[in-house]
C-alpha cells in the first residue's frame, strides 16, 4: 500500500501559504485612515458632551448665584434697595465680582423706582404726586472664562411696606431717538451728579421706546451730566454751563425741580467713514498733505463751538481714513504749506448719512502763490467739462479746458529723452532741442528724438491735442520742419508712432490738432519729433511739448491757473449749447481760491 498520495493531503502547498499571508501596505493605510476617522468622530463626540456637560454646570451656578442676589435683595430693608451712586440709590453694587463653584461670576445689579398707573402717573391724568410706587431689581450673571455662555438674569418687584409718601424729589425722563427721530432701544446712558449728597454716578439702558425714566430722584439746578451711546453710533452729552471752552452750551447739564418731570433729549445714529485720497493731475499719490475737517453741528454759541473739529494729514499712499464719524455735513479745506489744492471729485462741503462711508479724492500741485480754480457747472450743480475757461488782463491770457489736465516737457538737457538720431542738439542751449551743427551749418536731413515716458497713472486717460512752442518756425527752415508723431500702451514697451489719423504714415505738423482716438486708455505715452530744415544756415526749434488729456484721476468740470500776478483778470467761460458767461471782475487776492461758474443752456 502505497502512503504516497495520502501524504500529500496534509503537505502545505505553496497556494495554501499565499492565502495566509499579511496585510498589504495599502490595506494597511486604508484601515489606519478608518481608525482615524472612526476615533477622531469618538473624540469629538466625547469633547461635545464635556463641552455641554460644562456649560449645564456653568448655568445652574449662574442660576443659583442670581436667586442668592434677589433673595438678598427681597430681604433688604426697602430704603437701602439701590445701587451705591445710582438713583435710587442704596447699598447695592452696580457690579461685583462672585466665586461659586469652580466658577467665577460677574453680577450687574439695577434698581429703577417704577411709577405705576393704577393711582395715575406724574403729569398724567390722575397726577400722581408720589410716583415712586416701588421698585424693580434686575440682576444679572456674566461668565467671561466659560466659553460659550449666555448672561442669566432674573428680576423681582420690590414694594414698600406701607403706603409711598409725597416727596419733595423730581422725575427725569430721557428720550434718546436715531437721526430719523425714530426710538432707539438699549441705549447707554450715564448719570453723574456730584451736587447731590449721596453722589449719583451710575449707567443704565434705555426702554423699547427708547426712554429712561427715573423716578424720585434728587432734584439739582444744572447738575446732571448725563452722556447717551451705543456700540457702533455716535455720542451726545450735556455740559456744563460756564465750562472752559463752552460757556454757553446747546444742551447744558439737565435740572430736576420738586415733584416736577424735566425731559431731555438725545440723537444718536451709527457712525460713518470719510476716507481721502489725495494725488497729483498723474495719479501719483501726494504725501503728508495737511488738511482740516470741520462739521457743522454746534455744542455752543456765543462763541460757536463746533461738535467736531479736526485736522488730519494723509499718509505715505496719500490716504486718510476718518472712521467713527457722526452724521453730519462736513467742511474740507486744504492747509498745506507746499500744495495747493488744484481739483477735487466731491465738494468740498460733504453731508454724511448714519453708517455712510464716502470717498473723496483731492488733486494737489505745487504752491505758486494766486491760484484759482473755477469749477463750471450747469443750472442743475452737475460739472461741466470741455467748457473753454479763459483768463485774461493786460499782458496776460490764458485758456484752459475744464476737466482737462496737461503734462509738459520743456527740458531735454543731459539726455532727458529716450533716444535720439544723433543729428539733435539737446544741451545748448538748455530748454531747447534744434538741429545740430555741423561745423558751421545744419543737416539738411530729417533728425529725431523720442521723449521719455510719461506714466499717468491709470489706464483710464483721453489724450486731446498736442502742443508745442513756438508754434511757427523761420520760414528758411521750409514747410513742415516740425513734425510729432506718438504712441501709447499699458506695457510700457511696446511703442507704435503714429498720426492724427492712426496710422504710422501721417504726421502731427499743426499745433493743437486733435490726438487720434486710437491712443485712449492707455497709461503710457510718448511723443517723437522729427526736425529738419531747407536752409543748412537756420534750424527749426522747440522749446516746449505738451499734451492735454483727462483720466479718471482728473476731475470734472474744473481748471486750475497758478503764478498768477496781482490785478483784476476777465473771465470768460463758454461753451456749445450754453450762454457764455463772462466776469470781468476777478480779483485773486488770497494764495487760494476758488470761482463757481455756472452756465445757463442757451
Not at 323 to 334: H, I, M, R, V
Not at 582 to 588: F, H, Q, V
Request: net charge negative.
Amino acid at each position: 500500500l502505497s502512503l504516497w498520495p495520502l501524504s500529500r493531503q496534509f503537505m502545505p502547498s505553496p497556494a495554501r501559504f499565499k492565502n495566509k499571508a499579511g496585510f498589504t501596505l495599502i490595506e494597511t493605510i486604508v484601515s489606519l485612515g478608518i481608525f482615524v476617522i472612526f476615533s477622531s468622530g469618538i473624540y469629538l463626540a466625547y469633547s461635545t458632551i464635556i463641552e455641554a456637560l460644562t456649560r449645564s454646570r456653568a448655568y445652574s451656578a449662574s442660576v443659583f448665584v442670581a436667586q442668592n442676589e434677589i433673595e438678598a435683595i427681597r430681604n433688604m430693608s426697602y430704603a437701602n434697595i439701590g445701587v451705591a451712586g445710582g438713583a435710587p440709590s442704596g447699598l447695592l453694587a452696580a457690579e461685583k465680582s462672585v466665586s461659586y463653584g469652580n466658577y467665577s461670576f460677574t453680577v450687574q445689579t439695577t434698581v429703577r423706582n417704577i411709577d405705576d398707573a393704577f393711582d395715575g402717573t406724574i403729569g398724567g391724568a390722575p397726577n400722581d404726586t408720589s410716583p415712586a410706587d416701588y421698585k424693580l431689581a434686575e440682576v444679572k450673571v456674566e461668565c467671561s472664562g466659560c466659553g460659550d455662555f449666555t448672561p442669566y438674569q432674573l428680576t423681582t418687584t420690590v414694594a414698600p411696606k406701607n403706603l409711598e409718601g409725597a416727596t419733595d424729589n423730581g422725575t427725569l425722563f430721557i428720550n434718546v431717538f436715531d437721526a430719523f427721530g425714530q426710538a432707539l432701544a438699549g441705549a447707554n446712558v450715564v448719570i453723574v451728579n456730584n451736587a447731590v449728597s449721596p453722589a449719583v454716578n451710575f449707567s443704565d439702558s434705555t426702554n423699547a421706546s427708547g426712554v429712561l425714566q427715573l423716578v424720585d430722584v434728587a432734584t439739582s439746578t444744572a447738575a446732571y451730566e448725563i452722556t447717551v451711546s451705543k456700540n457702533g453710533y455716535s455720542t451726545e452729552k450735556t455740559y456744563p454751563i460756564g465750562g472752559a471752552g463752552n460757556p454757553n452750551p446747546v444742551k447744558p447739564h439737565a435740572t430736576v425741580a420738586s415733584q416736577q418731570v424735566t425731559t431731555i433729549s438725545f440723537a444718536i445714529d451709527r457712525t460713518g467713514t470719510v476716507n481721502l485720497k489725495t494725488t497729483d493731475k498723474m495719479c501719483q499719490a501726494a504725501a503728508g498733505i495737511d488738511f482740516e475737517q470741520k462739521g457743522a453741528k454746534l455744542i455752543g454759541t456765543d462763541p460757536d463751538i463746533l461738535k467736531y473739529s479736526a485736522t488730519s494729514t494723509t499718509d505715505a499712499n496719500g490716504q486718510k481714513s476718518i472712521g467713527g464719524l457722526e452724521w453730519d455735513t462736513y467742511a474740507f479745506s486744504n492747509q498745506d504749506a507746499d500744495y495747493d489744492l488744484s481739483g477735487y471729485s466731491s465738494p468740498l462741503s460733504v453731508a454724511l448719512d448714519p453708517g455712510a462711508s464716502l470717498d473723496i479724492s483731492w488733486l494737489v500741485e505745487a504752491k505758486n502763490p494766486r491760484a484759482l480754480l473755477v469749477s463750471v457747472k450747469d443750472a442743475s450743480g452737475a460739472a461741466v467739462s470741455g467748457a473753454a475757461v479763459k483768463l485774461e488782463k493786460t499782458g496776460f491770457s490764458k485758456t484752459l479746458l475744464s476737466g482737462r489736465r496737461s503734462f509738459a516737457q520743456t527740458d531735454w538737457f543731459g539726455g532727458n529723452y529716450a533716444g535720439q538720431s544723433g543729428g539733435i542738439e539737446t544741451d545748448n542751449p538748455a530748454g531747447e532741442i534744434a538741429l545740430r551743427l555741423n561745423g558751421a551749418t545744419y543737416a539738411t536731413s530729417t533728425e529725431w528724438l523720442i521723449s521719455p515716458t510719461f506714466d499717468i497713472g491709470v489706464p483710464s486717460s483721453v489724450f486731446y491735442n498736442l502742443e508745442w512752442q513756438p508754434e511757427s518756425q523761420p520760414a528758411q527752415t521750409g514747410a513742415d520742419s516740425v513734425r510729432f508723431q506718438v504712441a501709447a500702451n499699458n506695457d510700457g514697451i511696446t511703442w507704435n508712432f503714429t498720426g492724427p489719423d492712426g496710422t504710422e504714415s501721417s504726421y502731427y505738423s499743426s499745433t493743437s490738432t486733435p490726438i487720434s482716438a486710437v491712443l485712449n486708455n492707455n497709461r503710457y505715452f510718448r511723443y517723437k519729433v522729427f526736425l529738419k530744415t531747407a536752409d543748412e544756415n537756420f534750424t527749426p526749434s522747440i522749446n516746449e511739448a505738451a499734451v492735454n488729456f483727462s483720466s479718471s484721476c482728473i476731475p470734472a468740470g474744473q481748471a486750475f491757473f497758478s503764478g498768477l500776478s496781482s490785478g483784476v483778470y476777465t473771465l470768460t467761460v463758454s461753451k456749445a449749447g450754453y450762454q457764455t458767461l463772462t466776469d470781468p471782475a476777478i480779483s485773486p487776492s488770497q494764495n487760494w481760491q476758488e470761482y463757481n461758474a455756472v452756465l445757463t443752456p442757451q
